[in-house]
């Protein structure tokens, strides 16, 4: 059964760093457009970052800008989330999902939801003040 794991969640305080890490067992994740999402509390899912399966392209949403990096280490068949600078409003489960590249037609990875098929349980994210 094709899973994603995430791991590298903990509690931070503000202003810290941490690297969330997404691998995958029974798939190759360099054939993989790989997207991160978060849910805060009492929020819906949003999208945080993701990076397509070839050239590389990342996307991020406007809160993380700056401050987070998307990265793919295909030896390691690992996708990263680079987070610095951490803000209390950064605590979330933090999720990894994944489509393979055969099924977007755009060419262009996205911060839809609806539009990856393979999910994560999630890390949990906790940023102090």
């Known amino acids: 059964q094709v899973q994603l794991v995430e791991s590298g969640g903990e509690m931070v305080q503000a202003g810290g760093s941490l690297r969330l890490s997404c691998t995958a067992s029974?798939?190759?994740?360099?054939?993989?457009?790989v997207a991160w999402f978060r849910r805060a509390p009492g929020k819906e899912r949003e999208g945080v970052s993701c990076?397509?399966?070839?050239?590389?392209?990342?996307r991020y949403a406007d809160s993380v800008k700056g401050r987070f990096t998307i990265s793919k280490d295909n030896a390691k068949n690992t996708v990263y989330l680079q987070m610095n600078d951490l803000k209390p409003e950064d605590t979330a489960v933090y999720y990894c999902?994944?489509?393979?590249?055969?099924?977007?037609?755009?060419?262009?990875?996205?911060?839809?939801?609806?539009?990856?098929?393979?999910w994560g349980q999630g890390t949990q994210v906790t940023v102090s003040s």
């Open positions: 029974e798939l190759r994740l360099a054939y993989f457009y």
């Open positions: 999902a994944a489509i393979g590249s055969w099924s977007v037609t755009s060419g262009t990875p996205t911060l839809y939801e609806h539009e990856y098929d393979l």
């Open positions: 990076i397509s399966s070839a050239d590389g392209t990342t």
